[in-house]
Nanobody, 123 residues
C-alpha cells in the first residue's frame, strides 16, 4: 500500500517562500519517480516538477528558476522548495509517485497520489 502525505502548505505574501514535503511509505521509495502537481480553482491539474530515481529533474516553464524539487532517500521524503512565490502559484499542491514514468509532468503517468496541501499567495 503506497501512502503519500503532503505538508508545508500555508499562506504567504508574494515574493515569499514555502517548502512542501511529501512523506512516502509502503514501497521502495528510492526506485520510484515522483512529482509535484497543482490545481487551482476552476483549472485543470498541472505538473509542476518531477524527479526520477537517479535524481534527474524536470520543471514546468512557469516555475523554472523559482522552484526546486529534491528528495531525501534516507527519510523517504520528497520536497518542493518554492521561492519568489506569485499569486498565480495559489493552488492545492499534490505529490505523486510511480515506478515507471516517461514524462514526469504528465499526471496520467502516476497511479499514487497524496491528499494535497493548500498554498495561498497574496499580492
Amino acid at each position: 500500500q503506497v501512502q503519500l502525505v503532503e505538508s508545508g502548505g500555508g499562506s504567504v505574501q508574494a515574493g515569499g517562500s514555502l517548502r512542501l514535503s511529501c512523506a512516502a511509505s509502503g514501497y521502495m521509495y528510492s526506485s520510484y519517480c515522483m512529482g509535484w502537481f497543482r490545481q487551482a480553482p476552476g483549472k485543470e491539474r498541472e505538473g509542476v516538477a518531477g524527479i526520477d530515481s537517479d535524481g534527474a529533474t524536470s520543471y514546468a516553464d512557469s516555475v523554472k528558476g523559482r522552484f526546486t524539487i529534491s528528495k531525501d532517500n534516507a527519510k523517504n521524503t520528497l520536497y518542493l522548495q518554492m521561492n519568489s512565490l506569485r499569486p498565480e502559484d495559489t493552488a492545492m499542491y499534490y505529490c505523486a509517485a510511480d515506478v515507471r514514468v516517461l514524462y514526469y509532468l504528465d499526471q496520467d503517468e502516476y497511479n499514487y497520489w497524496g491528499q494535497g496541501t493548500q498554498v495561498t499567495v497574496s499580492s
